[in-house]
Nanobody
Framework: QVQLVESGGGLVQAGESMRLSCEASGRTSDIHAMAWFRRAPGKEREIVAAVGWNGEVAYVRDSVKGRFTISKDNAKNTLYLQMNNLKPEDPAGYYC??????????????WGQGTQVIVSS
């Protein structure tokens, strides 16, 4: 089993930055890919960005390109999402996701509990 714990959410003003972290524990050797998803109220969950185990970026959503950066520190078993220039359309529950094979648009096997990002205009 793999456990994922997110942190770093909260309230920011539009245009400001925030960094989310996701620490993995348990059978971390099983993880092949990781990603961030988000779900806004009344909307479907969507993938934001994904990386492979060696840190190569596999996907970044068009609406966050140039503003959000996904990265991973294998020594700390931690996934990050640096979010710059946050916009009113970014508020959502942000969820860390991991899988032993790959991550599709519907998500991999393991999920964190989520962290809320609120953007005030």
């Amino acid at each position: 089993q793999v456990q994922l714990v997110e942190s770093g959410g909260g309230l920011v003003q539009a245009g400001e930055s925030m960094r989310l972290s996701c620490e993995a524990s348990g059978r971390t050797s099983d993880i092949h890919a990781m990603a961030w998803f988000r779900r806004a109220p009344g909307k479907e969950r969507e993938i934001v960005a994904a990386v492979g185990w060696n840190g190569e970026v596999a996907y970044v959503r068009d609406s966050v390109k140039g503003r959000f950066t996904i990265s991973k520190d294998n020594a700390k078993n931690t996934l990050y999402l640096q979010m710059n220039n946050l916009k009113p359309e970014d508020p959502a529950g942000y969820y860390c996701n991991a899988d032993s094979v790959n991550i599709t648009t519907t998500g991999g096997e393991y999920w964190g509990q989520g962290t809320q990002v609120i953007v005030s205009s």
